[in-house]
């Protein structure tokens, strides 16, 4: 369509007045509060520093605003790029992680301009849940240390080694944090029963933040930790790409468009729900690597679209892009001009505000529907869920989809049947449709084939012929419930032809209502082969072709 590569911006900007920009004001300031603890905590969370986060909401978020193809969508880091952003870094260093997600934007882009916004959606379902909460732990586990205040070094990548290393040192806990932590994940949870105003993220802060600094509570910040916060925007710098670099980098690239494909979409698809809305899907992919293009330049991390933050703009009446370009402005404000106060907020408060994160991730009631659900889904979802949290996040997309693929296959396999029609075979009226009006002349044998005729299928057909004891005279197959079929059923078609041909079988083939079925025969010059009087619409007129053919031989 000629509006798939328009931004969302300039279609709301007809007609725009002041009443709408009041209400879009208003949201984007209490989204970008909203958004500046997550943003630091997010960096800190993924193994950069606190500014890198703010880096990426600023430029990634005003970009995906500005060129999206939602009207609503907030843009920022995200928690699903914790895992990966801290496996990059640990594996390739920070220069690593910006050239990786240079490259990243640079093939969201070309992901967009070849229109696979749609492709993106058919990602299964049991999947997504599954590394989501996947992802949900290991957000929750990368917090434990700060949760508790715990004495020890540099935690280990690995999960299990991380939880053995919590446990072995789980008696130097600090009580001021644990009471930190604690009081920041309860004024989450119960500050909304007050008002909705505020977020309840920001007053957690506000409140254990005072009190660490009053009481001068024995706890680490961010400042302990990291020093002062900068407070300007660094000077870009296009990062230095070789065909080396792009061979080393493009698997971690590659994850990370993925997974922003993945989570800015059903972020729009959700804003949607909510507005009634229609997103642009491919458009939507173009703004995602344009701003991970230049949120790297910027020395910031992987930008997506928000699930949370794009519903708080929509709850609080942000209805156009401007909404989150106004978000993107409040937070380069308050970095400009409060950003050396962030150095004070307790690592503890982080921690409880992203374990709220990881809990609100983790989708477990939709984790428990799933797993009680079909075989199949729970399968799909167990081992991706398990792969996340013990391999590798790269690793539980492919096997994930692999393994969805091949289950596909299986449930399509058994839905595709081929039955041997005659009166005595015990098949119902609507099998035996056509038969019933005509007499089957001797010699004739008639096989129905039931679902997709494709590779995984095939062999089912080529079983069921085998078990034909005398050659007919006549062989008719009939396709009226085969609505697509791909290469190995064309060659299983043509070796049934040769064989018949070999035999002095006549083949009748009946029932080509799939437009695809059809073309594809053509195309292989089967239709040519087999010839066009022996292709019929319907059975009867098959029955009465091969009357003509056994009439004709006598």
């Known amino acids: 369509m000629k509006n798939d590569f328009k931004p969302k911006l300039l279609d709301t900007l007809k007609g725009y007045n002041k009443q709408q920009f009041l209400k879009d004001l208003m949201a984007g300031i209490i989204v970008g509060i909203v958004a500046l603890p997550l943003a630091i905590a997010f960096a800190i969370a993924s193994g950069v520093s606190p500014e890198k986060g703010l880096y990426t909401a600023v430029i990634g978020g005003f970009i995906i605003s500005a060129l999206g193809g939602s009207k609503v969508q907030i843009g920022g880091p995200t928690g699903a790029f914790i895992v990966i952003v801290y496996g990059i870094i640990q594996q390739y260093g920070i220069n690593g992680l910006i050239i990786a997600t240079f490259m990243a934007g640079i093939l969201l882009i070309v992901m967009g301009l070849a229109r696979m916004g749609a492709l993106i959606k058919f990602i299964p379902y049991p999947l997504i849940v599954g590394f989501t909460s996947g992802i949900a732990l290991i957000i929750f586990s990368s917090q434990v240390k700060d949760f508790m205040g715990l004495q020890m070094a540099a935690v280990p990548a690995d999960f299990l080694d991380k939880w053995a290393a919590f446990i072995q040192h789980l008696s130097s806990f600090n009580i001021y944090a644990v009471l930190i932590a604690v009081a920041t994940v ?24 005072a009190a660490v600094s009053i009481f001068k509570l024995p706890v680490e910040t961010i400042g302990g930790r990291f020093g002062t916060i900068s407070s300007s925007l660094p000077a870009p710098v296009i990062p230095h790409l070789d065909w080396k670099i792009i061979q080393q980098l493009i698997r971690p690239a590659f994850t990370i468009a993925l997974l922003g494909s993945i989570e800015s979409l059903l972020s729009a698809v959700v804003a949607d729900g909510m507005t009634g809305g229609n997103h642009r ?15 790297s330049i910027f020395g910031g991390i992987p930008a997506t679209g928000a699930i949370a933050r794009t519903a708080t703009n929509i709850k609080n009446g942000g209805r156009t892009p401007v909404a989150g370009m106004i978000h993107a402005v409040t937070l380069l404000l308050i970095m400009l001009f409060a950003g050396k106060w962030a150095g004070l907020i307790p690592m503890a408060t982080l921690a409880g505000v992203l374990v709220i994160v990881a809990y609100n991730m983790s989708e477990w009631e939709n984790f428990v529907s799933i797993i009680k659900g079909s075989r199949s889904d729970a399968l799909v979802l167990v081992a991706t869920f398990l792969l996340t949290v013990l391999v590798d996040l790269t690793v539980a997309i492919e096997i994930g989809m692999v393994l969805a693929v091949f289950l596909f296959m299986r449930v399509m396999m058994k839905a595709s049947n081929v039955k041997q029609l005659s009166y005595d075979s015990g098949q119902s009226d609507e099998e035996l449709e056509g038969i019933d009006s005509h007499h089957i002349p001797e010699g004739v044998e008639i096989f129905e084939i039931n679902g997709p005729l494709f590779f995984g299928a095939a062999y089912k057909f080529k079983d069921s012929i085998r078990f034909i004891e005398k050659a007919p005279a006549v062989l008719i197959i009939r396709m009226r419930n085969v609505p697509v079929i791909d290469m190995t059923g064309i060659r299983t078609i043509q070796e049934v032809y040769k064989e018949c041909n070999s035999r002095g079988i006549k083949l009748i083939l009946s029932g080509l209502e799939s437009e695809q079925v059809r073309e594809e025969l053509a195309k292989a010059r089967l239709i040519f082969a087999i010839g066009k009087r022996n292709i019929t619409d319907n059975l009867e007129d098959a029955l009465r072709r091969s009357e003509e053919i056994i009439t004709a031989r006598k």
């Open 186 to 209: 309860l004024i989450i949870i119960f500050w909304p029963k007050v008002t909705h105003k505020v977020p309840g993220s920001l007053i957690a802060i506000i409140v254990t933040t």
């Open 281 to 295: 899907s491919n458009m939507e992919l173009v703004a995602q690597g344009v701003a991970n293009i230049f949120s």
